[in-house]
């Protein structure tokens, strides 16, 4: 049997999902934005709501989302996403509306729409993109930094205080890393919380059926944020290959942040 | 126990040769071209295809969608 | 024939929202405008209309959702008041930039800053020359009665739709907080999503499928795009200010020195032409209902019928005056007066400005 043989319509598996346009990534290689834009693709094409569906760009590396995802898609304001998405399924309450926002916009300068929308219970889907860093503009800091890592402006290592030396030790200085996940699950307004990563077939298999369940509780239900965070690499701005980056994911972002179920059906999932 | 025979087709023009794919690749099967595409990256390219079982891994860690995979049953 | 009422100029603005069949509000409290939320929400409009009203944890969340609602083609606003409309300003941009229909309601109190409560006519640069980043415009409505603050809301919205662009009702708290009598409009119906639809293509609705999606964004990283994006928008706003432009003149046929003023400091002006006319003096009082745009021509044409001098007289250290003295153009004087701080200037003091600084000895 040759190549030609299996190279046949009848016998296609796997291939792009039709609700990404031709457009190509603009994305570093290796980037796991683009596998979580394929997956949420893949998602929408399943449940058949990409007439329905409008999504919610955010300011950062996947501010063009929009240019990938063929379905209406708003661009917001730095931070501000999930304000839109409030404004757009409290006049559209029957529209699957979704945002996609990464760690700078999500958890730093838009915490306050964060932390609300899920307190009010918008009855949304959130995906957070956490890579741990602000890759847009260059690699600096972002609010889920690991404690010691570099960046453009930690260059020293992050630190939550000053170290020992110099007579300043203790002196608040670059914080904590902010699980904001965690914090948003103790929120009565958030239905199903999850984290999960793409850097392996079988975690995207998970991060997939996490997105799926977070759209159809949206679609099935009235009220309640449904947000999945996905733990992902920035390998231009870790200065590491993309391969390598993903193996220090695992061995770096992962025992800080866990995957797993966090809430699930309004529940916090019991450790 | 039946067995599966597969493939894949990467567009080597849109794929960024980042080995993600190569690195996930259960049997071994994709490894990076030494010749580069159209933007200077060295693509994945079926090195070994006839150790391709179709499973898909490849197509579902590729982060820019330039893998599309079939698969027969013998 | 509408329904009569007494009522305060805010809650006029959020009835006349209710009855025009806007689908949404979304605000946050702030002095001297929380009676139109407050209203908004006893009457209970999603039983009477469907209409959304939410009190969102910020003005900035405020505004990003009425950009998000405006996008989808809903007829959606928001009202605050100055330094409220401050944190306002980065969504304002955005939805200039990205053209997004809705309406806002700008009472405006002193500031800088934190300011006062009291009324002011300080934001008018604000309003009326962008007020975010970037090179736009707003249409600016400025009401001077109870009743201008319930007409404006139709006006804003049929303006906001018909150039894809914010309407800005710019009031004071002296409009905002006064008792009027006001004229209601009937209840008009919301559009359905059908109608949202055949009217407003480019709204994000949800793309059918075999059809082009839709983006609402200001972003464009190509710089030919983005100029001629940013043409385009000029473009319509020379269109606005050769379509909209709206004032009114009061006893300005035979005047020789004219007023211009606008909202609460037009009333007070009003009276100030009364005072003039019984001491013999030709005093008139052109009022511009749009800020922007504003009536250039109004002011030249009074110029070729003789008008002498203008006095803008504005509850701020000089904002308006400076459009004045552009339509002016140095052919005869033009000065300014105003009372800031949250002092409302008198009549009497008004026209002795007239005198003092324009009629002269």
């Keep these: 049997m040759t190549i030609e043989d299996i190279i046949k319509p009848e016998n296609l598996v796997y291939q792009k999902s039709k609700l990404l346009t031709e457009k190509p990534f603009h994305y570093c290689p290796g980037c796991g934005h683009g596998t979580t834009h394929r997956i949420i693709a893949e998602v929408l094409e399943e449940l058949g709501v990409d007439e329905e569906t409008i999504g919610v760009a955010p300011v950062g590396c996947s501010v063009m989302a929009y240019d990938y995802f063929d379905v209406d898609f708003q661009e917001a304001a730095h931070g501000r996403a999930p304000a839109l998405a409030t404004g757009l399924k409290r006049v559209w309450p029957n529209k699957v509306i979704f945002t996609y926002q990464g760690d700078g916009d999500l958890a730093a300068i838009g915490t306050a729409e964060t932390i609300h929308a899920c307190n009010r219970g918008e009855n949304i889907t959130m995906i957070f993109v956490n890579n741990g860093i602000y890759g847009m503009t260059g690699g600096q800091m972002a609010p889920t930094t690991l404690e010691g890592m570099k960046t453009a402006t930690t260059p020293y290592g992050r630190k939550a205080t000053l170290p020992a030396g110099a007579g300043f030790d203790g002196i608040p200085c670059n914080g904590y890393p902010l699980r904001i996940t965690e914090l948003i699950a103790q929120l009565p307004g958030t239905k199903f919380v999850t984290r999960q990563a793409v850097y392996n077939p079988a975690c995207v298999r998970k991060a997939k059926a996490a997105i799926k369940k977070a759209f159809e509780n949206q679609i099935n239900g009235k009220s309640g944020v449904n947000f999945v965070e996905i733990v992902s690499n920035c390998n231009s701005n870790w200065k590491m290959e993309p391969v390598a980056a993903n193996k220090w994911l695992v061995e770096n972002m992962l025992p800080f942040y866990p995957l797993g179920d966090i809430k699930v059906d309004g529940k916090l999932v019991e450790k | ?74 | 024939m509408g329904e009569l009422k007494l009522m305060k100029g805010n809650e006029a603005l959020a009835e006349a929202a209710i009855r025009y069949g806007c689908d949404a509000y979304y605000g946050y409290p702030i002095t001297p405008q929380s009676e139109v939320i407050e209203y908004l929400m006893e009457q209970n409009p999603y039983e009477r209309t469907g209409m959304v009203v939410l009190q969102a944890e910020s003005e900035i969340a405020a505004i990003n959702m009425v950009y998000a609602a405006g996008a989808s083609g809903k007829r959606v606003m928001t009202s605050s008041s100055s330094p409220g409309v401050s944190l306002k300003q980065e969504g304002i941009a955005y939805i200039a930039g990205a053209e997004v229909p809705c309406v806002y309601s700008d009472v405006v109190r002193g500031g800088p800053g934190l300011g006062t409560i009291q009324p002011s006519q300080a934001d008018y640069f604000q309003a009326c020359k962008g007020g975010g980043n970037g090179d736009y415009k707003n249409i600016v409505l400025a009401p001077a009665s109870v009743q201008e603050m319930a007409d404006f809301v139709a006006l804003g919205f049929e303006l906001a739709f018909k150039y894809r662009m914010a309407c800005c009702i710019l009031s004071d708290g002296a409009i905002g907080q006064m008792m009027e009598k006001v004229v209601l409009p009937e209840q008009k119906p919301r559009m359905t999503e059908e109608e949202i639809k055949a009217n407003y293509p480019w709204a994000t609705t949800g793309r059918k499928r075999g059809t082009q999606h839709r983006v609402i964004t200001s972003l464009d990283l190509d710089s030919v795009k983005m100029e001629a994006h940013n043409r385009h928008l000029q473009e319509k706003y020379r269109m606005v200010e050769e379509n909209e432009v709206r004032f009114e003149e009061i006893d300005c046929e035979d005047a020789e020195y004219v007023f211009v003023a606008y909202g609460s400091s037009a009333r007070i002006a009003q009276k100030s032409v009364q005072l003039a006319r019984t001491e013999g003096l030709k005093v008139g009082l052109l009022r511009p209902i749009t800020l922007f745009p504003f009536p250039t021509k109004a002011i030249q044409n009074l110029i070729d019928r003789g008008t002498k001098g203008f006095l803008a007289v504005e509850l701020s250290c000089g904002q308006m005056i400076e459009d004045v003295k552009l339509a002016v153009n140095g052919r005869v004087k033009a000065e300014h007066f105003g009372r800031v701080g949250g002092i409302i200037h008198t009549p009497e003091e008004v026209l002795e400005a007239m005198k003092k600084q324009i009629i002269g000895e």
């Design chain 2, 1 to 74: 126990m039946a067995s599966f025979k597969g493939a894949i087709v990467v567009n080597t023009e849109r794929c960024k040769g980042c080995g993600v794919c190569a690195a996930n690749c259960p049997v071994g099967v994709i490894s990076l071209a030494k010749e580069v595409n159209g933007k200077g990256y060295n693509y994945a390219y079926m090195a070994e295809p006839d150790k391709c079982i179709g499973c898909a891994s490849c197509g579902m860690v590729c982060p820019d969608g330039v893998i599309t995979v079939y698969k027969v049953k013998l």
